[in-house]
Each structure stands twice: as C-alpha cells, then as structure tokens.
C-alpha cells in the first residue's frame, strides 16, 4: 500500500519528521535518535523500490538530507567554534551529500534550478530579494535573536558573516529544498502537491524555533519560494533573498536594536 501510494508516503515521512522535531524540543538525544532511525528507514525504503519505482526511490533518497541537516545542527559542538564558523562546518558534509544526491541521480545543474534566469524574469528576481527585507525584519519580531558578539554593520567581519549566511544557509537550504527535493516532488507527484509538500516540510522544520508563526512564516516563504523556482526556472534570486532574510534576522536588526 506505502509503495503504491505517494500520497501516503509523503504524508507518513511529514509527520515523523514533525514528531522527530517534537521530541528534540523536550529531549534533544531523543531527538537525535528519532532523525537517525528517519534518516535510515529513508536509506532503506529507497533500497526497496529502487527497482520498481525510480521516481518514488530518488525521492526518498532526496529527504535523507533533512534528518542529515538536523543531526548536524543538532550534535556539533558550538562551544568549540565561532557562530559563523559553526555554520560552514554544518553545510560542508551537507553539500557533499547533496551534490552526491545530484550526481547519483544523473541530474543537471537546469533540474534542480542551477539556471541563469531569463531577461524577462528580471522582475520577478529582483522582486523576491526585495521581499526578504520585511520578511526578515518580520521574523525578527516573531524570534528576537541575540546578536552575533563582535560585528559591526560595514566591517570586514560583518561582510563575511553576510557572505556566509548567503552561501551556507540562502544557496545550500535553496539547492536542497527548491532545487533537489523540489524536482524529485514533482516527478513523483504533481506540481502543486510537490510545492505544497516541500513548503510542509520546510516549515516543520521551523518547529525547534518555538513560535507557531514562525512556522507559517517558514511555510509562506517557502511556497513562494517554491513558485518563483517554478517561473523562472532558476534558484540563484531566491538564494539571494533567503540569506538575505538571514543577514537581516541574525546580523542586522539585532545589531539595530542594540543602536
């Protein structure tokens, strides 16, 4: 029945990610674990239909990347690194799995958004970046993060604190959601059902934030994300304004407030 239906499946993997981001609030080694067992049933599900249904097999293979992302997050000692340093430890195995993803799967950079948008796309792109400013500074108010110790707006160290929230969150999660999972998605089920799933799941990925609206938050971005990959083709516009959203909620409202 789970092999026939990928409603079903999607459905099912939803909530035990949901429940493993649950249990992390109130026991992050339980937490752990649950992502782990997600992370090997996926491996293993995978295995099982990968003769049978290829669509469904590389789908599966796609979501190991979201209990592996949290794993990450969740197990590296941040005591023993910068904030920013901790950021570009988590994203280097991210990135070598995810292009290991890609290239077992015999994708090209077009599938998965790797894609200069077209001339009369320029709109739309320049639209969405534009957006993340409100967008940041609305999720700034639902989260209130503390400011990053040592930066000040225009130096060295706060350009590299930019560049890297761009790269190692904007483009990786980008790659990762609107570009891997997002084809993936869509080849097993439909186009709005793919969309719809990957916001899902993207704002369930926000439930460690405590705050309900961040969630729908994470989910709104998400979907137009998602449509704005679909239109133009391409994932670079909305890598640009999702760092964006993060230099604005991590570096400078913060950093504002502070003034």
């Keep these: ?22 249990l992390t609030i109130y026991d992050q080694k339980t ?27 590389r789908f599966l293979i796609a979501l190991v990347l979201l209990p592996l992302i949290r794993i990450l997050s969740l197990t590296m000692p941040l005591v023993h ?3 920013i340093s901790w950021y570009i430890l988590i994203s280097i ?5 995810l292009l290991t993803c890609i290239w077992v799967q ?7 958004g790797l894609y200069l948008p077209k001339l009369k796309h320029t709109p ?5 970046i534009l957006f993340a400013i409100p967008v940041g500074v609305v999720e700034y108010q639902i989260l209130k993060p503390s400011p990053f110790p040592g930066l000040e707006v225009g130096t060295t160290d706060f350009i590299y604190a930019a560049l890297i929230f761009i790269i190692c969150t904007g483009f990786l999660e980008e790659l990762v959601f609107r570009g891997l999972l997002q084809h993936n998605a869509i080849k097993l089920m439909n186009k709005w059902r793919g969309i719809l799933f990957v916001s899902t799941i ?30 133009t083709g391409s994932i670079y516009g909305i890598s640009v304004s999702h760092g964006i959203v993060n230099v604005i909620l991590f570096l400078v409202v913060p950093l504002y407030v502070l003034w």
Excluded at 93 to 97: D, N
Excluded at 106 to 112: A, I, P, S, T, Y
Excluded at 124 to 128: F, K, L, T, Y
Aim: contains cysteine; proline residues 2%.
């Design 93 to 97: 195995p991210v990135f070598i799995a």
């Design 124 to 128: 739309i792109e320049a639209g969405v």
């Design 31 to 57: 937490g752990v674990a649950s992502h782990a067992l997600i992370l090997f049933a996926l491996i293993w599900h995978s295995s099982l239909v990968s003769e049978k249904d290829k669509n469904l097999s």
């Design 106 to 112: 015999g994708l090209r950079g077009k599938d998965v």
């Design 202 to 231: 993207f704002g369930v990925l926000h439930v460690g934030n405590l705050a309900l609206l961040d969630c729908v938050l994470a989910f709104s971005i998400g979907f137009i994300f998602s449509i704005v990959r679909e239109k």
């Design 81 to 83: 690194f910068s904030r």
């Design 1 to 22: 029945m789970l092999r026939r239906n990928p409603y079903l499946i999607c459905t099912a993997y939803l909530l035990l990610v949901a429940s493993a981001e649950l």
